[in-house]
């Protein structure tokens, strides 16, 4: 199958789900950050949860090699910095790259200006690259994953994450049950 | 016109998220993603209007290899995403042209913090490779160190400036 027409398809599933639970809506999104409704949380995690374990499985049972799938590499200092100032953009616009494309798509302007000022952001530090390119290149560990920082069997840390986000959703709960 | 449906359980929601996610590992050899895509349009554009410039820019340059910026996975994959996020609302009753906000604003501001917010999260993402399905999600479930030093600092950096603009939300 062409890959672009892959590409559309997963789009498609991408948008829907994230419109389903609430994500194209920029208040929502917000109350993560005030502790008044944790549905990022819920959803990002309950995802990073199943496709972790799906991964995992396949590549277990000889379905998926996990050496044919693209993993994000590591750079630690500008992940750390970009991370910190990604943020900082998310509780400001109150919406993602991702969710601002749904916000547009169902019809809000808000969204609609966040994927305006995304796109100015993103010309802008490619226009004036060159004195960040140091930092930019700067720790780079490659495809470095956390069993291997950890030292740890595949397994384990798999088992680990799933117990951590069982017990951070116990606390979800009760949060928004208090807020 | 009837009300809107209600919102998916956010458990049952993120299961399929990750589904969806699972499909892309298996049948594209990669995650999702949505910043990749502004990058790879701004990069056409500054292609389009300067052609020297974007070949001698080396973070644009990588986006102009191969079939070109407009022949990008990640570009296909958000014109799904628009589509697909379009379709939901329509069948559940929630388009509606507004500008969402707090009730301690007003449309004008909330525009301007959409633009401001959306600018600084385009500066995080290119300095951090990805955004929060591209890094946080793709490379989180694949255990990509990276991906969660990523996820931490931007949950981080969110609860950190929170305060400053509760007006706007609260």
Redesign the interface.
Known sequence: ?N??A?????????????????L????KL?????LTD??VF???????????L??FW?SRLG??D?S?????????G??????????????????????????????????V???????????????A??P??N??ESTA?G???????LRVP?GV??CG?VAMALIA?QFAERLEKRA | MSAPRRYADPYGAGVCLGLVLLAAYVFAGRGLGASGAFATSAAGVVAAASPSRAAANPYFARYLAGEGPWREWLLFEIAGVIAGGFLSALFARRLRAAVERGPGITSTSRLAYAFGGGAVMGVGAVLARGCTSGLALTGGALLSAGAWVFMIAAFAGAYAFAPFVKRAWR
């Open positions: 199958m890959p672009f892959i590409a559309v398809v997963i789009g498609i599933a991408f948008g829907w789900t994230l419109e389903r639970a609430g194209g809506s920029a208040p917000a109350g993560q950050f005030y944790l549905t819920k959803v990002m995690f309950s995802a990073i949860v199943t496709a972790m799906g991964a396949l379905i998926l996990l044919q799938v693209y993993i994000p590499e590591t750079f630690l500008p992940q750390l910095a970009g991370g910190l100032l990604f943020g900082v953009g998310f509780v400001v616009a109150g919406l993602c790259p991702g969710t601002s494309c749904v916000a547009a798509a169902t019809g809000r302007g808000d969204g200006m966040v994927m305006l000022g995304m796109f100015s952001g993103v010309l802008v530090t490619g226009l690259f060159a960040l390119r930092f930019y560990r495809s470095l994953t956390l069993t291997q920082l595949y840390v798999v994450i959703f």
